[in-house]
């Protein structure tokens, strides 16, 4: 049954948003918390949704649209209003459709009920809901294709509840009733992804140990590997091809470790202790574009950065005093601008009519700035990177890769995941001056064929990432 929609106070919408003179700030609907950044409208740029909280003054809560002109500048789209706090906003391809969908969450009062609300196209506020059949609240969630089909599933969970749940997708638009199943200890963090390369994402619980559900034909298998953990990470910190996890335990101090996946469902614990504040929102991207997972945190006004230097030891940190008067809540990483550099888009807790939403973009050098940064070239490039080219993209089956080289020159060219995984090597050698194709059959190196989704090309030359190009897979 689809919930009754309360009517909105529109007085609210008018106050949207205003840029003045400053490209990096954004006055958006009051309550910004959760912060998602992905393309969209499909245009080959990286827009941002942003998850809103109740307000008992205006009685709004809901997710805005800001898309992106394609050199970092926003606008807003659309503010669509879906009732109950969206801490965790999501944007994910659903179905067959290549449009990707917005998982927010909503909420019955009477009775008390939470649903999912999935926004179908954001041009049409085609929104659906899904019974979650709880009154605990749903602290978590994240999607994932737990069988195996190629569709995204969701996944959730309650740490008032203590239980994990999964929706089964149909690839229609349709999610099954949820299948819960209880834990022992209150979950404190959930993250998805395929840790045994069988083509099923597995689940990681974070709670006082950190727990592995297996997919399997059968169903789950369990397996705890470790510590207690407040959060999880997964990424291929070591670039064998596998995800390792990285978790949190907040003792009022930073205590990170890292679990390395040995590929046979077997961990090796890392451990890397810095006496810092106790920091929050574990995120990783990678920040100087060493094709190595860098692992940040936040202190509410600075962001802690550890820059991975391989062999799972990280320097650091290095803290980006970002916003000295607004507590930062959450933020997300992608390349705004188009310079081949992730950027920082985070929520600030501020009264309205003042921006809430800001945008630092990474200048390549370490710094992060306010302006876009649209072209970085080294001046020594052996490239013409407008030579550069993939076709068809978006593909099904296979597309293929030009390049034009004006110099002799030590090229790597690989595919990445948007979680920073190498997926694909394709060159890895010394190329000679002229032009080149390859193709890429949208297969990961361990020979599985890559899910459908969004990746990168990311082209270095001489050591120096000089390209990224997005691609497509359908």
């Known amino acids: 049954m689809k919930p009754l929609k309360p009517i909105l106070n529109i007085v609210f919408l008018l106050l949207a948003f205003s840029t003045g003179d400053s490209k990096s700030e954004y006055i958006i609907p009051t309550q910004a918390y959760s912060v998602y950044a992905a393309d969209l409208d499909l ?71 939470a649903y999912f609300a999935i926004v179908y196209d954001f041009n049409e506020n085609n929104i659906s809901y ?94 705890p590997i470790g510590y207690g953990e407040d959060q999880v990470a997964l990424a291929d910190f070591d670039l064998d091809s596998d995800l390792d996890i990285v978790g949190n335990a907040g003792f009022g101090y930073t205590l990170l470790t890292f679990y390395e996946n040995t590929g046979s469902q077997e961990f090796i614990i890392h451990e890397y202790t810095d006496f810092q ?116 993209n978006p593909f099904i089956n296979e597309t293929n890769i030009n390049i034009n080289f004006v110099t002799k020159s030590l090229v790597e060219l690989s595919i990445y995941s948007l979680a920073g995984e190498k997926v694909k090597n394709l060159i890895n050698n010394t190329s000679e001056v002229g032009s080149f194709s390859i193709k890429w059959d949208g297969l990961h190196n361990n020979h599985n064929p890559c899910k459908p989704g969004t990746y990168y090309l990311s082209l270095k030359v001489n050591g120096k990432v000089l390209e990224s190009i997005k691609i497509i897979k359908y």
């Open 277 to 392: 504040t106790n920091l929050g929102s574990l995120n990783i991207a990678d920040i100087d574009n060493d094709s190595l997972t860098d692992i940040v945190m936040e202190s509410g006004i600075s962001l802690y950065i550890f820059y991975n230097e391989g062999n799972y030891s990280l320097t650091g940190p290095s803290i980006l005093a970002i916003d000295p008067v607004a507590y930062v809540h959450h933020f997300d990483f992608a390349d705004f601008d188009g310079n081949g550099f992730q950027d920082i888009a985070y929520t600030r807790l501020l009264n309205d009519y003042l921006p809430n939403l800001k945008i630092l973009f990474n200048d390549g050098n370490g710094n992060f700035v306010e302006d876009p940064i649209t072209i970085v070239k080294p001046p020594t490039s052996n490239l013409q990177t407008s030579t550069l080219h993939c076709y068809p």
């Open 130 to 223: 899904f019974n979650l059949f709880t009154d605990q609240g749903i602290n978590y969630v994240e999607t994932g294709d737990v069988n195996g089909d190629s569709y995204s599933d969701i996944i959730i969970a309650s740490n008032n509840g203590k239980f994990w749940g999964i929706l089964y997708n149909d690839g229609t638009g349709n999610f099954s009733e949820p299948i819960y199943s209880n834990v022992d200890y209150y979950p404190t963090d959930l993250k998805c992804g395929d840790l045994d390369n069988d083509g099923r994402d597995d689940i990681v619980l974070a709670s006082l140990e950190v727990e592995i559900y297996y997919s399997t034909d059968t169903g789950f298998v369990y397996h």
């Open 43 to 113: 245009d080959e740029d990286i827009d941002i949704v942003v998850g809103h909280n109740y307000s008992s003054i205006y009685q709004w809560s809901g997710v805005s649209i800001l898309l992106n002109d394609g050199h970092g500048y926003f606008e807003l789209q659309d503010s669509i209003y879906l009732f109950g706090g969206q801490p965790d906003v999501i944007v994910k391809n659903l179905n067959e459709n290549p449009l990707p969908e917005i998982i927010g969450n909503y909420v019955s009062l009477n009775p008390l009920n």
